[in-house]
């Protein structure tokens, strides 16, 4: 198991920025796809963004594309997400994540089974 520890949420007005990050530890880092997500209250958890093992590919949920930036340091064992003009419906609980299987590109929550404890974004408007 990988251990995740989220960091950098909090309070912004809309229009804001916050940059989250994640720390990974327990296992080869850069041998999985990094994913973050986020749930809202009384809502499920969505998906937000992912990237590839090597940084090269990435992948963005619809109401993020073009305002959030999902990256990563294999050496520093990090994952990054740059969130820019946030609106207040970005309010949540953010989460990165890791899949099961090393090398496996997916962005289907049910994939991922190594969580962080979530960081809050709270956007006001």
């Known amino acids: 198991q990988v251990q995740l520890q989220e960091s950098g949420g909090g309070l912004v007005q809309a229009g804001g920025s916050l940059r989250l990050s994640c720390a990974a530890s327990?296992?080869?880092?850069?041998?999985?796809?990094m994913g973050w997500f986020r749930q809202a209250p009384g809502k499920e958890r969505e998906f937000v963004a992912v990237?590839?093992?090597?940084?090269?590919?990435?992948y963005y949920a619809d109401s993020v594309k073009g305002r959030f930036t999902i990256s990563r340091d294999n050496a520093k064992n990090t994952v990054t997400l740059q969130m820019n003009s946030l609106k207040p419906e970005d309010t949540a609980v953010y989460y990165c994540?890791?899949?099961?299987?090393?090398?496996?590109?997916?962005?289907?929550?049910?994939?991922?089974?190594?969580w962080g404890q979530g960081t809050q974004v709270t956007v006001s408007s």
């Open positions: 990237i590839s093992w090597s940084g090269g590919t990435t």
């Open positions: 327990g296992r080869t880092f850069g041998s999985y796809v």
């Open positions: 994540a890791a899949p099961y299987r090393s090398y496996y590109y997916t962005k289907s929550i049910s994939d991922f089974g190594s």
